[in-house]
């Protein structure tokens, strides 16, 4: 079908200009075009129309006038955000969550994806899959619900334990040096199996005829997973970590929201929950938009720089 | 698949930590779980002394009935499988709707609608424009806010097109058209029953996603009568905890007894479910949909 044979001329459409294309495209599948239209349509709604409305961060929004009628004020909400007290804690917070939640969360999937690469028996590896993947169906509420309870000064199992070793009761939620360290290991337990999963499917495509000939050649298994292994996950292991660098100043909102309390707010508040309770609680929208808009043009920065910086060193890049 | 490359001492050693470590992992992650259903089956007074560390002890079932008897844990539930019904079902037809066309390389203008589809995942408008959009839209406490703001989520929608593009023979197609075939034809007779993994994986992804939703309700939805299950969970689970934590509260040791019985048996009965449907589906995930998906 594909291949012309010489001398045939290339079919005339190719050189017709995108509108006509675009036309007789429309004529010939009517049916996908109309098929799609509803998700377009919910893109524009529901994404696009914020990221319109979001020039309210430049504007004194009156809900009374609208996004469109309401007056410019320029960089105003920037500049009181940028002179707030508040505005280098939220930094150091929101930066020292997820920079600490990417060193430990990141190489942890990869470690168990490895391990169970290795592993012989096919019954432990099951076992351990099904185990670790079930957490991360477990609700935001349900967790930090679970960690509450265990970590609990007065009834729960962590200060037993403590307790029963002859330590004195710790009440972690309420100091604040606690809080990252309960955000992130909460965090690896509940989705360092899953995360694992795209890691075990890149580990299957590696050719396995590489592994019989690095052992012919005498190589040890830690050699093979140092020089077989680890170079065929690399790429996966790029894509990921430009992902995740791109949502480092995207902290999940709803966990750290719901682990908040007025005695750890000194580590807690981060850009996310402070946009919420200025914007929504406290109706001051065109301020919280303006920090919300600070908060999503550092994350395409930081995600457009690694992006680069991945494809100029390793030729890996979303694109 | 390479045991039987196996030899020489270093290698025996690397197994046994290797397996040794698994197993280390394997406790970790399980104790939690474990304790929680031994504590929801558990004789309220022995978890409140701290005498539950692995197994349960007293037990009996009165959590449960006390859960079951709370009017706004059964006013959550019903909701929130309302939510999910209705919502996985339009997230479905929305992704087969979105993805259909994009998979199909006749489909002139699928990488402009790709990419404004993609742009969505990197950069949006926030959540106070999106709250201003949805107040405009009068969804504000309406039924609909649950299940329309998310109705397509991008990476499953490119998951899908992938597995349209990668598991279904162009050739099909072709003797599919070659017979008359229409596109919606294609899509409803060959594609569709040939997706089932995928679509089982949909069905999970976005089925665990309105279970466990909790921002939308909590920004927008104000009538208690609408709450799904996760709002009354904050209540019971966290609201209560940070008050006893607080030391505000004037708790009653009974009140207390009560809530820290039902806590745990709350947290399975709302976890269960979830759990439950995720072993069936498990065995797709790896296959086929994980695969090449990354790079879409």
């Known amino acids: ?319 | 698949m390479n045991n039987r490359l196996d030899q020489g001492k270093g290698d025996i050693v690397f197994d046994i930590i290797n397996k040794f470590l698994l197993i280390v992992i394997l406790i970790v992650t399980v104790y939690p779980l474990v304790f929680v259903a031994s504590a929801s089956i558990s004789d309220p007074m022995e978890v409140l002394k701290g005498n539950i560390l692995l197994l349960p002890k007293g037990v009996t079932l009165d959590s449960y009935r006390r859960v079951f008897r709370n009017s706004d844990i059964l006013t959550g539930y019903k909701n929130t499988i309302l939510y999910t019904v209705v919502g996985v079902i339009v997230n479905l037809t929305m992704t087969i709707a979105g993805a259909y066309p994009l998979s199909r390389k006749k489909f002139y203008p699928r990488n402009i609608i790709l990419a404004f589809f993609t742009f969505t995942m990197f950069f949006g408008g926030g959540i106070i424009p999106t709250y201003l959009v949805i107040k405009r839209l009068g969804l504000i406490n309406n039924f609909w806010v649950m299940i329309l703001p998310g109705a397509v989520q991008v990476w499953n929608l490119i998951l899908m097109k992938t597995f349209f593009q990668n598991s279904i023979p162009e050739e099909l197609h072709e003797a599919a058209y070659v017979d008359g075939g229409t596109n919606m034809q294609v899509l409803i007779k060959i594609v569709l029953p040939l997706s089932a993994p995928i679509i089982a994986v949909m069905v999970l992804f976005y089925g665990v996603g309105h279970w466990n939703a909790f921002f939308n309700a909590l920004i927008y939805l104000s009538d208690r009568s609408k709450y799904p299950l996760q709002l009354f969970l904050r209540e019971i689970l966290i609201e209560s905890q940070i008050d006893d934590m607080m030391g505000s509260s004037e708790a009653i040791a009974d009140q207390r007894i009560y809530a820290e019985s039902i806590k745990y048996a709350v947290i399975v009965a709302a976890s269960l479910p979830v759990l439950m449907l995720y072993p069936v589906i498990q065995k797709y995930f790896v296959k086929g949909v994980m695969v090449g998906a990354i790079k879409g």
């Open chain 1, 1 to 319: 079908m594909k291949g012309y044979t010489k001398g045939m001329k290339k079919p005339h459409v190719q050189k017709k200009d995108p509108i006509s294309m675009l036309i007789n495209s429309v004529k010939r599948d009517w049916s996908l075009y109309l098929l799609i239209s509803p998700v377009i349509v919910y893109f524009i709604i529901f994404k696009y129309w914020p990221m319109y409305g979001v020039q309210i961060a430049f504007k004194n929004f009156m809900p009374s006038k609208g996004i469109w009628g309401s007056p410019w004020a320029g960089f105003k909400h920037f500049d009181r955000f940028f002179s707030n007290y508040q505005f280098w804690r939220l930094i150091k917070n929101t930066l020292g969550i997820s920079v600490y939640q990417l060193t430990v969360g990141f190489p942890i999937p990869i470690f168990l994806a490895l391990m169970l690469n290795e592993v012989r028996s096919k019954y432990l590896k099951k076992t351990v899959q099904m185990v670790t993947y079930a957490p991360h169906f477990l609700s935001v509420v349900v967790l930090v619900g679970m960690v509450l309870a265990f970590l609990s000064p007065q009834n729960g199992v962590i200060n037993h334990i403590l307790a029963l070793l002859g330590f004195e009761p710790i009440n972690f939620m309420t100091e604040a040096k606690w809080f990252k360290t309960i955000y992130v290991f909460s965090g690896v337990w509940q989705n360092a199996g899953w995360g694992s999963i795209i890691y075990m499917a890149a580990l299957a495509g590696i050719d396995t005829s590489l592994y019989e000939a690095a052992a012919i050649d005498g190589a040890s298994k830690f050699k093979r997973v140092i020089h077989i292994t680890i170079p065929g996950i690399l790429p996966t292991a790029i894509i990921i970590l430009i992902l995740e660098s791109g949502k480092i100043m995207n902290v999940g909102f709803e966990k750290v929201f719901l682990m908040q309390n007025s005695l750890n707010i000194s580590a807690s508040e981060i850009i996310s929950t402070y946009v919420y309770k200025r914007g929504l609680l406290g109706a001051q929208y065109s301020f919280a938009s303006a920090v919300g808009l600070f908060n999503s043009v550092i994350n395409l920065i930081l995600l457009i720089t690694v992006n680069r910086i991945s494809r100029s060193t390793s030729q890996n890049s979303l694109w």
